[in-house]
């Protein structure tokens, strides 16, 4: 079965600075997502990546995924404290359908 | 943006007793989902449905749990007898070819 890894597991940072997390497969990803939780809620929908090489950005958030598509990276420029929360990462198989496998979570702490 | 409305967002209930959690997937969906998320767990699939019948379940999902799309627009999932264990965040989502993978905001789930 696939395994994601998120790192680091928890990142307190200073509002305006740059951050970055980590999520690797232990198999070729074919549909990676990205989510963001608050504590307790729903996961809103980031982005999705599927091809090797691929970059998505949206407002100050931008993923990547590897070109040997077993690693993907969220990058937050210019930290805002709304940008605070539960950062998961979700593999499936692609095309926007089918069983989801997440990583335990990255919880991004942005101080004022 | 279309949404998944899931209802209650919060149920207590008595071990040994039967819960209904609901849903309403978006509309264009074809496919839709349960996952559960146990306080401080990952977040982890129970449970997918296409076309009228489950195209894929975890071993979670046992003789305990159903699901069913009684109407063009609801999709439920039964717990009968529920445990103490099965306190947790249940997600519903919906996803449709290239259309997005979108979850609602969540029921909260307390056995006691």
């Known amino acids: 079965s696939q395994e994601l890894e998120q790192s680091p597991q928890s990142l307190i940072v200073q509002e305006g600075k740059n951050l970055t997390i980590n999520c690797t497969s232990s198999?070729?990803?074919?549909?990676l997502y990205w989510y963001k939780q608050k504590y307790g809620e729903g996961l809103i929908f980031l982005m999705m990546?599927?091809?090797?090489?691929e970059e998505k950005s949206h407002e100050k958030i931008t993923a990547k995924l590897d070109e040997k598509k077993q690693q993907s990276s969220l990058h937050i420029t210019a930290s805002q404290p709304s940008h605070a929360g539960i950062y998961l990462c979700?593999?499936?198989?692609?095309?926007?359908?089918?069983?989801?496998?997440f990583g335990q979570g990255t919880i991004l702490t942005v101080h004022p | 943006e279309p949404e998944v409305t899931q209802t209650p967002s919060h149920q207590v209930t008595q071990m040994g007793q039967e819960v209904i959690l609901r849903c309403v997937p978006i509309?264009?969906?074809?496919?839709f989902y349960w996952y559960r998320q146990i306080l401080g767990q990952k977040v982890e699939f129970l449970v997918s449905?296409?076309?009228?019948?489950?195209?894929?379940k975890s071993e979670i999902f046992d003789d305990q749990f159903s699901v069913e799309r009684p109407d063009g627009s609801n999709f439920t999932l039964k717990i009968r007898s529920t445990k103490l264990e099965d306190s947790a965040m249940y997600f519903c989502?919906?996803?449709?070819?290239?259309?997005?993978?979108?979850f609602g905001s969540g029921t909260r789930l307390t056995v006691v």
């Open positions: 449905f296409y076309n009228n019948e489950i195209s894929e």
């Open positions: 509309s264009n969906h074809l496919y």
């Open positions: 990546l599927q091809k090797g090489g």
């Open positions: 198999k070729t990803l074919y549909g």
């Open positions: 989502a919906s996803s449709g070819y290239n259309y997005g993978y979108t």
């Open positions: 979700g593999a499936g198989p692609g095309g926007s359908y089918g069983k989801l496998t």
